[in-house]
């Protein structure tokens, strides 16, 4: 692997930028050619800027791509512009741009984006943590086609989730989303076996302050059409049925999970939960609008919460 090209641009701007970008291409044989989408991370300081470009390059691997970190520093200090550039070595498949942001820079990150757009390849915009109510009113929001935010981070990860609807546009998907996916494969596939019989109730409890569980719940109450209760307490779901109850369940912390069902043996099934870098990529998989998470969002009020 070759190594990881880091150039500083202190106190610069974003025609430097840019011409730094060109001279690298040339020099070093960095192209953009094969790059599939232009990822605009907003982040609230530099120390989160770290983990988030550590996921991107993860996910970038699959989706080749251009990063582009917006680290947004302190208002009220002096206006400028640090940027750095990342390529090859531990940046993956993508050229990353981290533009950390000071004084009123800080109120126009579309107009500081923009020239790092890659033409005719799409825009997926990121919130790791602190997004915009409404992400697709948000000035770089209103640049991209795909729109991710992350309700676990969010002061009340609960209600946060819930409000989620009242700000859905078309492209819009939360991260809470995509870490219950084997959760709901795995249910689907419990259900999809004899006896075919309607579902009386479902019970899903866990922590109150993982949104993962409520859009869950939603999912099942938009898909199953029966009672569906939100508890707190131990990290497990219940599935009722007239003659058969199938439960699932697994530690906070463990990677294993207990799946019961009626007059069956138990069985142990790797359950972990996913990491950031799993759901960004399978996010970036889909360009277009969920509808099966907007009836999961829609869900959530019909669940009963005890």
């Known amino acids: 692997m070759a190594a990881t090209v880091i150039i ?35 982040t609230l300081d530099s120390s989160e800027a770290e ?17 582009v970190v917006l680290a947004r520093g302190d208002r009220d200090a002096e206006t400028k512009l640090d940027a750095q550039i990342r390529v090859g070595g531990d940046a993956g498949a993508a050229e990353v741009i981290v533009l950390r942001l000071q004084g009123q ?17 799409p825009v997926v915009a990121w919130w790791p943590r602190g997004a915009p109510e409404f992400p697709s009113r948000d000035s770089v929001g209103k640049l991209a086609t795909r729109r991710i935010t992350d309700a676990t981070f969010a002061r009340d990860p609960q209600a946060t989730i819930k409000n989620r609807l009242n700000s859905y546009a078309p492209g819009d998907t939360d991260l809470a989303w995509s870490r219950i996916t084997y959760w709901r494969a795995l249910l689907a596939a419990s259900l999809d076996e004899p006896p075919f019989e309607p579902v009386d109730s479902v019970t899903v409890s866990g922590l109150r ?61 790797a359950l972990a939960r996913r990491e950031t870098r799993d759901c960004l990529a399978e996010e970036l998989r889909r360009l277009d609008a969920d509808d099966i998470y907007v009836e999961a969002l829609a869900g959530i009020e019909k669940v009963t919460y005890e």
Do not use: Y
């Open 8 to 42: 500083d641009l202190p106190d610069t701007t974003t025609g430097a930028v840019t011409k730094r970008l060109i001279q690298l291409r040339e020099t070093n044989g960095v192209i953009t050619m094969g790059r599939v989408l232009t990822l605009v991370v907003c």
């Open 105 to 121: 820079l800080v109120n126009h990150e579309s107009s500081v984006v923009i020239p790092f757009l890659l033409p005719d390849t």
């Open 51 to 67: 983990d988030a470009i550590d996921a991107a390059n993860d996910a970038s691997r699959e989706h080749p791509c251009r990063v």
């Open 209 to 269: 302050e993982e949104p993962a569980l409520d859009i869950l719940a939603g999912w099942l109450a938009a898909r199953l059409n029966c009672p569906v209760h939100r508890r707190t307490g131990p990290l497990r779901v219940e599935v009722h049925r007239p003659t058969v109850s199938i439960a699932i369940e697994r530690p906070q912390t463990g990677r294993t999970a207990t799946l019961t069902r009626t007059g069956d043996p138990d069985q142990r099934i």
